[in-house]
């Protein structure tokens, strides 16, 4: 039975996406569902943490007791495609792979990006045309992450051990943006992330030259929103990245300090609850692949 309702989910879906892949590369609407999710640290977001003294972590929003981290996005003209073109320049690592022909170890978007929704009483949901809509946008987002699941399972995923990587590299990422170590962050990002994050640690240390971060484990909670499939090529739909969204919910640790030493901002004994929502991508096809961080979106 649950064999053959995976099937009847997976023919949807095709179904779905063979009719999205026929709009690739004609579509010239205004774009909105693929969006950069840039990591943006402004020196006003700085100064009301070091005035208001609510422990907040520069990366994070301190104006509540559960902080989220904080981004700047920006409309990208992909469209409401289901695929990216690949008409640039190959990186050096791209163009030595000889016989693929992908241009691109990264879209550089974040596609479709996680966006919470109030619940609604079961009257409108069922007896109500916003309802029904509702309901049908849900069971279509459902499908997808089922589909992209399905797809990241047949190359040995294993949900228990990518929570596990995933939290390393979110402790990881977020104790080099505190120390200020541009190299490591290299083989944990995007390269569009990449450049975010550096702008982000060069703000913070023009305000904060050292602060102090930790992470209290284990973890409170991971959990998966969202998952995607981004194709490249429409005549071949194994060739493509999958981004996960995941919702961490953690216990923190925070100070900031002065060029002198002195403690301007946050209080290194005290833990403070921080919900983050990152998006993690990874190619499908290329050799080698491993996760990496895309994105982080704000609530």
């Not at 997808?144 to 402790?171: M, T």
């Not at 569009?192 to 971060?213: C, D, F, G």
Request: proline share 4%.
């Amino acid at each position: 039975m649950a064999l053959g309702r995976y099937h009847a989910l997976r023919n949807i879906y095709q179904t779905l996406e063979i009719r999205e892949f026929s709009t690739l590369l004609t579509s010239s609407r205004s774009y909105s569902k693929a969006i950069t999710n840039v990591p943006h640290l402004t020196l006003r977001n700085i100064s009301s943490c070091v005035r208001k003294d609510h422990g907040c972590i520069p990366w994070t929003s301190g104006d509540k007791p559960m902080l989220h981290s904080t981004t700047m996005q920006e409309p990208i003209s992909y469209g409401d495609m289901r695929s990216v073109t690949t008409q640039v320049k190959a990186p050096a690592q791209a163009r030595q792979m000889g016989a693929v022909k992908v241009s691109m170890v990264s879209p550089g978007i974040v596609y479709d990006p996680y966006t919470p929704r109030e619940k609604i009483p079961f009257w409108k949901r069922y007896f109500t045309r916003s309802g029904w809509k509702r309901t049908k946008e849900e069971l279509s987002s459902e499908l997808k992450s089922a589909y992209a699941i399905a797809k990241l399972r047949k190359s040995g995923y294993s949900k228990q051990k990518f929570y596990a990587e995933a939290v390393g590299i979110y402790k990881e990422i977020n104790t080099q943006i505190a120390n200020g170590g541009k190299t490591p962050l290299r083989k944990l990002v995007t390269e569009h992330m990449y450049s975010a994050l550096k702008n982000e640690i060069k703000q913070r240390e023009s305000v904060w030259p050292t602060v102090h971060w930790e992470l209290i484990e284990p973890i409170v909670k991971v959990r998966t929103l969202r998952a995607r499939l981004i194709g490249v090529d429409k005549n071949d739909l194994s060739k493509a990245f999958i981004q996960l969204t995941l919702e961490f919910l953690s216990k923190q640790k925070f100070e900031a300090y002065d060029g002198k030493g002195a403690v301007v901002s946050g209080d290194r004994n005290k833990e403070v609850l921080v919900r983050d929502i990152w998006v993690f991508e990874k190619s499908l096809f290329h050799p080698g692949a491993y996760w990496r961080l895309c994105g982080r979106i704000k609530l």
